[in-house]
């Protein structure tokens, strides 16, 4: 089936750092992938979408300038926290399709847990 | 414009007994639903989907659901429940034209011994 690698799976970090965290298609071409970002109380919040050789799409209210994203290649989208502070801290969650089909399900990778300390 | 709700936060239940995740939706046009399953510090993972055909859907993990048309429903079900099925399930949504998934706010299923 097809596989998601999100790594690291955990960072901690000091108040001021910018942490990289990458999300990879395995076994499959990605020209879309999700970013999302969940909350202590369980919800998801799509942060962006970030498409193959373009721009990110970003949510309304999620700045565009502190959530670098890039997608440089069919496999690879990666998500850039610059500057990071404590409220930066959060579940960070990527998912892909293997077509940009909306009957097609997610899969997602297993998430990076962010700390700025 | 699309959503879902999962109307409870916390659904108990007993080992052996059925379940019943409830998720309804709101889309214009036809709607693809979604059930994923979320362990703890790991990601979602896709249980079922129903894009046309048969509102039974049979999924991942002894897991089904039943799409309802006019309730605009998509109810995750298990006819007996096991303690390991205790996580958090989110249901989404996708348009017929959008490839942008709505999720639901996820239940969290507790089974008791």
């Known amino acids: 089936g097809a596989v998601v690698s999100q790594h690291p799976s955990r960072v901690i970090c000091k108040s001021g750092t910018s942490v990289k965290i990458e999300c990879r298609s395995l076994d499959f071409q990605a020209t879309t992938m999700f970013w999302y970002r969940q909350f202590p109380k369980k919800s998801l919040m799509l942060m962006a979408t970030s498409n193959e050789g373009s721009k990110a799409t970003y949510e309304q209210g999620v700045e565009k300038d502190k959530f670098l994203i890039n997608h440089a290649s069919l496999t690879l989208s990666t998500l850039t926290v610059t500057s990071a502070h404590p409220e930066d801290s959060s579940f960070y969650i990527c998912?892909?399709?293997?077509?940009?089909?909306?009957?097609?399900?997610?899969?997602f990778g297993d998430g990076t847990r962010l700390s700025i300390l | 414009a699309q959503s879902v709700a999962q109307p409870e936060d916390q659904v108990n239940v007993a080992e052996g007994n059925p379940l019943t995740v409830k998720c309804t939706y709101s889309v214009s046009g036809n709607p693809y639903l979604f059930w994923y399953v979320q362990y703890p510090n790991r990601g979602l993972q896709f249980l079922l989907k129903?894009?046309?055909?048969?509102?039974l859907v049979k999924g991942s993990y002894g897991f089904e659901a039943e799409f309802n048309k006019s309730q605009t429903s998509f109810h995750l079900k298990k006819p007996s429940a096991l303690v390991s099925d205790s996580a958090l399930y989110f249901c989404a949504v996708r348009a017929g034209g959008s490839y942008i998934p709505t999720f639901g706010r996820g239940t969290s299923l507790i089974v008791h011994p």
């Open positions: 998912s892909a399709s293997l077509r940009a089909d909306a009957n097609q399900p997610q899969h």
């Open positions: 129903y894009i046309t055909g048969d509102n």
